[in-house]
């Protein structure tokens, strides 16, 4: 079979303010081939992401996405494979392309399993789906009362294990910080995983992010993650270096396998966080687990948005025993939760695993977007090259 | 005074080819304040990085790129850095936002340099603008005869260095490209600069560039350009530990400070080649150029298209005296050579220096580009988002 269409929903909460909640907008893919259907989405900006997609050619190098990918053979992961690969050296001038390709990419797995009847897991090599503990992926109150507040009712919600995040981190002084740390603490108890999240704020000033540890060494915290910005990878280091028991995290802003892998060599973090959204979809996500098996780093997913997402997310390391610990969305916006009919449900002892049904196993709710749906038009040269297609 | 417009104009030929010319289209800025006016250039796709300006916001830290830089204050070039840093912050979830910036950054400098009265390298800190000695970048033929012919053609126009790109390298075996090599070597003599640029073709595989490296060598090549994707840090590195003679180049894929310098410091390559469209502009074009300097790593500007690109692109090292090779676009489209009304010619002895005037010393000749202007919109949830400005 061949990709015959690539149809991309942007979709958006009817206000969008300026909290660090990725969930506040999404751009799905919908990609249709052989009879088939399969859905991704997009960690991205929506509007940059389609017109990578739709717009001209700027030459050889500079094609659009679409070029890559309408018309080309679909029968295993190999052809998915050789589309990222084209896009890598005919879109290698156009930036916003990786991102782009993230929600085609893992729309193609998802069309190739619902034509294989298989769970993406199985076409990726692994034999079960493994358990993971979802931890809770919260954003820090603007007080350390609040933190506690959200703390307690995560631990309440029966999360095990939580995030913080953003918020006023790094805003402050090195004790305002502290607070909030102490506070996530107390509000979850002594038993549960917590980490810590502050999204690069320090750039790459690696004496401020040091400033930090002693405070999340008292409240043992597990890890210590973005704490400079994705490219940083000599700050990293110097603070992995000073770090001996909070590992350093990151990787969510990895837009190829490359830069995931020099985050584990050079940047020596101890947990490589993707996210499928961003990296170039599944297949990049996966060939960073088998990286990190072979370093003994430890591959966490990214994902703060839907549970296609989160199943997309889920697959690459879904048969890895070892690696326990997932990112679960534990207050995604309205929107980000009507996406998936069939949203992945944490089991009795409080776990969950990548779904066992054909492709990601997620069924789109595509009435309930509706209401989400952001109409827009895309002309150039008095064509009209995107126009926001029809749900149904 | 404070920015008051920031207004992008998409240039195309008629017909754009899968070439390797990137100056095919362009994509031009015009910042506007304080009753003066600068000019940049985006080398990007132009679609995807007028999206990244105009964007609705995603969410805090995928804002477009607009809302860093609109109403800016801009005083004097730390409000130029101010303004780059809280994009790399504000919009660090928004790919393409680097190369948006780009074309505004430089149109910035161009604007300040207007109202100062002074040209942009001065601003840097440079005493003088040097000369340089301008190499004609050209394509490879499509047979190692019209290499040959256009070989010849440029050592006619009196250039005394040349490099060749891309064309049908790394397509065939090794002994082919030999004969590429060897024909451009016959055909500009051996008192020249001979350059080689194969346009990341070989991906990762060091073995297939390894391969090369024998006739590059017997072709007295200067340098072998971009052998691998731009993030291939190892690749760059294991090519370099066997190849004695040929320095590699690379880094006109750079987005950020941060790829440039990891480039230098992990890849090892003798030659970091900079485009300021791309890396956000002449302030991080400037940060190479000094980290280079430190590290014995020779300095080159990357410029395929405009004269305005070229001036931008020779700032951040005109006063850099031991760097004396640049890029000189010798065979840009129609629509490219219209942009510059005064483009920077070869003095008596073949050589070029970045312009005394203010700004970037080059007068974009608006009339000349009107028939190449394609007219754009963009809508989303009813409102027009960008229509193509008014090149009057």
């Given at each position: 079979?061949?990709?015959?269409?690539?149809?991309?929903?942007?979709?958006?909460?009817?206000?969008?303010?300026?909290?660090?909640?990725?969930?506040?907008?999404?751009?799905?893919?919908?990609?249709?081939?052989?009879?088939?259907?399969?859905?991704?989405?997009?960690?991205?900006?929506?509007?940059?992401?389609?017109?990578?997609?739709?717009?001209?050619?700027?030459?050889?190098?500079?094609?659009?996405?679409?070029?890559?990918?309408?018309?080309?053979?679909?029968?295993?992961?190999?052809?998915?494979?050789?589309?990222?690969?084209?896009?890598?050296?005919?879109?290698?001038?156009?930036?916003?392309?990786?991102?782009?390709?993230?929600?085609?990419?893992?729309?193609?797995?998802?069309?190739?399993?619902?034509?294989?009847?298989?769970?993406?897991?199985?076409?990726?090599?692994?034999?079960?789906?493994?358990?993971?503990?979802?931890?809770?992926?919260?954003?820090?109150?603007?007080?350390?009362?609040?933190?506690?507040?959200?703390?307690?009712?995560?631990?309440?919600?029966?999360?095990?294990?939580?995030?913080?995040?953003?918020?006023?981190?790094?805003?402050?002084?090195?004790?305002?910080?502290?607070?909030?740390?102490?506070?996530?603490?107390?509000?979850?108890?002594?038993?549960?995983?917590?980490?810590?999240?502050?999204?690069?704020?320090?750039?790459?000033?690696?004496?401020?992010?040091?400033?930090?540890?002693?405070?999340?060494?008292?409240?043992?915290?597990?890890?210590?993650?973005?704490?400079?910005?994705?490219?940083?990878?000599?700050?990293?280091?110097?603070?992995?270096?000073?770090?001996?028991?909070?590992?350093?995290?990151?990787?969510?802003?990895?837009?190829?396998?490359?830069?995931?892998?020099?985050?584990?060599?050079?940047?020596?973090?101890?947990?490589?966080?993707?996210?499928?959204?961003?990296?170039?979809?599944?297949?990049?996500?996966?060939?960073?687990?088998?990286?990190?098996?072979?370093?003994?780093?430890?591959?966490?997913?990214?994902?703060?948005?839907?549970?296609?997402?989160?199943?997309?997310?889920?697959?690459?390391?879904?048969?890895?025993?070892?690696?326990?610990?997932?990112?679960?969305?534990?207050?995604?916006?309205?929107?980000?939760q009507a996406v998936a009919a069939n949203?992945?449900?944490?089991?009795?002892?409080?776990?969950?695993?990548?779904?066992?049904?054909?492709?990601?196993?997620i069924t789109v709710d595509t009435e309930a977007l509706k209401?989400?749906?952001?109409?827009?038009?895309?002309?150039?040269?008095?064509?009209?090259?995107?126009?926001?297609?029809?749900?149904?």
């Open positions: 079979m061949k990709i015959e269409a690539v149809d991309f929903f942007y979709l958006s909460m009817p206000t969008v303010t300026t909290a660090a909640d990725g969930s506040q907008d999404a751009l799905l893919v919908r990609v249709a081939a052989g009879g088939h259907v399969g859905w991704g989405e997009c960690e991205a900006a929506p509007l940059p992401s389609i017109a990578a997609f739709v717009c001209p050619m700027s030459h050889g190098a500079c094609r659009p996405v679409s070029a890559s990918v309408l018309g080309a053979p679909l029968t295993g992961p190999q052809d998915i494979a050789a589309i990222s690969a084209r896009v890598e050296h005919d879109s290698m001038d156009l930036l916003q392309a990786a991102h782009t390709l993230s929600g085609i990419e893992m729309a193609l797995w998802d069309l190739l399993g619902q034509r294989r009847q298989e769970p993406v897991w199985r076409m990726l090599g692994f034999e079960r789906s493994e358990s993971k503990i979802p931890y809770a992926s919260l954003l820090f109150g603007d007080t350390p009362d609040e933190t506690q507040a959200r703390a307690r009712k995560a631990h309440a919600d029966g999360f095990r294990a939580m995030k913080f995040g953003w918020g006023p981190i790094g805003t402050a002084d090195a004790g305002y910080d502290a607070d909030h740390f102490t506070a996530a603490r107390d509000g979850i108890g002594a038993d549960c995983h917590l980490m810590i999240d502050v999204g690069q704020i320090f750039a790459e000033d690696v004496e401020a992010a040091a400033a930090r540890l002693p405070a999340l060494q008292a409240a043992q915290a597990t890890w210590f993650e973005e704490p400079f910005s994705g490219h940083a990878f000599e700050a990293y280091a110097a603070l992995a270096a000073r770090s001996p028991t909070v590992g350093i995290a990151g990787g969510e802003a990895a837009h190829n396998v490359a830069m995931a892998r020099h985050l584990m060599d050079f940047g020596h973090v101890k947990y490589i966080q993707i996210d499928c959204g961003r990296i170039g979809g599944i297949g990049p996500a996966h060939e960073v687990a088998m990286l990190a098996r072979a370093r003994g780093v430890t591959f966490v997913n990214h994902t703060f948005t839907t549970h296609l997402a989160l199943s997309a997310s889920l697959q690459p390391y879904a048969g890895m025993r070892s690696d326990r610990i997932c990112e679960y969305p534990a207050a995604p916006s309205a929107l980000a949203p992945i449900l944490r089991d009795a002892s409080g776990e969950i695993r990548a779904p066992e049904a054909p492709g990601l196993g209401p989400y749906l952001v109409e827009t038009e895309i002309r150039v040269g008095g064509q009209v090259l995107y126009a926001t297609p029809s749900l149904d």
